[in-house]
């Protein structure tokens, strides 16, 4: 007994010596990750695909909050403090001029420089938003775009209008086994600004002109926020639509007890699936329904950045450069509908098959509504949250909200520029 224990002992260390247990002998560098929850499992399958490829590592998801602003302020409290518990971390695409301004990611120059990484086949819109000061500061991971879902056992041709949207969900109200007419995300946070702009932009208002100005007093503004009162007040929104972010939204969709849903493209993957979605046969999706001046789309999504203060620069670089290329975001569209910023995926048939509403992607992306670039966005865009949410829930009428917000968001700039 004792013989053959000290054979296998021998012969372990023969063979560690010889390297043929890699993952023994190396020591793997860990990269410890912070992103929110991934319901699809593609964000796993892009791990479990880099691990695969790259041995030498290992990643440790560390998961975020689904509130987008949950996990900025989160996020934004670690690296302020100089932590590196993150080594990367998803970056929506507005955070990037305030990241790159406190000095909270590191530029990534240098190792595209080193990689010969090229950028051409990204989206440009994608890339300049993650270009601030002439540095590139995260890679562009997904695009993102607000668009309608509808019940195709319910309605035969999608509303063209926010009023038709009102006529057809009033009209059709508790069929097909639902209980809302449409749900939107209208919860005090980011989301609600989002959609806010949708309206905004279908009506021709505006909120910052070129050169950074408050303009947000004006009648495209009203009228946006005038019918999105309407909207909450018409009977056809849940009551507690002001606790509704993007997930309540989906669970809703899903579970077959709303006729419209604005959401986000990812959301597609989920509601086709007959293992998560009560009506994936019936999914329809449109683009959004028009005011006086046209339909008009949010534009949001999501890229990497890494922690200036990593104790694992190349590993993370390793990573992004894989989650966000090719081969991460191939998996991401398939996997969870989410539309790539790397373009040639979009004549992908593998891609195409999985997302056939990818066809009108390209273009939708181009044309969406983006948010203003600014290093104090998150402030301006609180401003909006707390006076669209009194409008709303009628604690503030429609013109005074308007003019508590250009004068609070003058005020914000005002300050920042001192
Ligand atoms: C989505 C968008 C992001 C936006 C957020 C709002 O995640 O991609 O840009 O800020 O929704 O909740």
């Known amino acids: 007994m004792k013989k053959m224990l000290s054979m296998i002992l021998a012969v372990a260390c023969l063979m560690m010596a010889l390297g043929t247990f890699p993952a023994m002998a190396e ?16 964000l796993q399958q892009i791990i479990d695909a880099f691990e695969a490829a790259y041995p030498q ?22 690296l302020a403090a100089g932590e590196s518990v993150y080594d990367v971390f998803s970056c929506n695409v507005i955070w990037p001029a305030e990241f790159s301004q406190a000095g909270y990611c590191l530029a990534i120059d240098r190792f595209l420089e080193q990689d010969d990484f090229d950028l051409d086949d990204f989206s440009q819109g994608y890339v300049d938003a993650y270009t601030f000061q002439g540095k590139m500061w995260g890679l562009p991971w997904y695009g993102n775009v607000g668009m309608l879902y509808y019940r195709t056992d319910i309605i035969d041709t999608p509303p063209t209008t926010w009023d038709e949207l009102i006529e057809m969900a009033q009209a059709h109200a508790g069929e097909g086994g639902t209980k ?22 279908s009506y021709g208002g505006t909120v910052v002109d070129g050169d950074g100005n408050i303009t947000i007093n004006n009648d495209g503004v009203r009228k946006a926020l005038t019918k999105m009162k309407e909207i909450v007040d018409s009977g056809i929104v849940p009551e507690n639509f002001n606790s509704f972010m993007e997930n309540e939204c989906t669970n809703m969709f899903l579970a077959g007890e709303a006729i419209f849903m604005r959401n986000w493209p990812g959301t597609y993957a989920s509601a086709v699936d007959p293992e998560m979605s009560q009506v994936s046969e019936n999914v329809g999706v449109a683009v959004l329904p028009a005011g006086d001046a046209g339909s008009a789309a949010t534009l949001g999504g999501w890229g990497w950045m890494i922690n200036r203060n990593t104790e694992h620069p190349e590993a993370a670089w390793e990573f992004i450069k894989f989650v966000a290329g090719p081969e991460g975001q191939k998996i991401n569209a398939i996997v969870a509908s989410q539309p790539p910023t790397y373009m040639p995926l979009y004549d992908d048939p593998e891609v195409l098959a999985a997302n056939p509403h990818f066809a009108n ?6 044309a969406a509504f983006t948010r203003p670039v600014s290093p104090i ?9 707390i006076n669209i949410s009194n409008v709303l829930l009628g604690q503030a009428t429609v013109d005074e ?8 968001m003058n005020a914000k700039l005002a300050e920042y520029n001192q």
């Open 27 to 42: 020591e793997q560098t860990v990269i410890n990750l912070f992103y929110g929850t991934d319901s699809t499992g593609a």
């Open 401 to 408: 909200a308007v003019v508590a917000m250009e004068e609070q």
């Open 57 to 78: 590592y290992k990643v440790n998801w560390i998961e975020a909050p689904a509130s987008q602003d949950t996990s900025h302020d989160m996020l934004v409290t670690s």
């Open 377 to 385: 966005y998150t402030a301006l865009s609180e401003i909006m949250q």
């Open 361 to 366: 992607m390209r273009e939708s992306l181009e």
């Open 180 to 201: 809302t007419g449409f749900v939107l995300q209208a919860a005090q946070y980011e989301g609600l600004v989002c959609n806010a702009l949708e309206f905004i932009g």
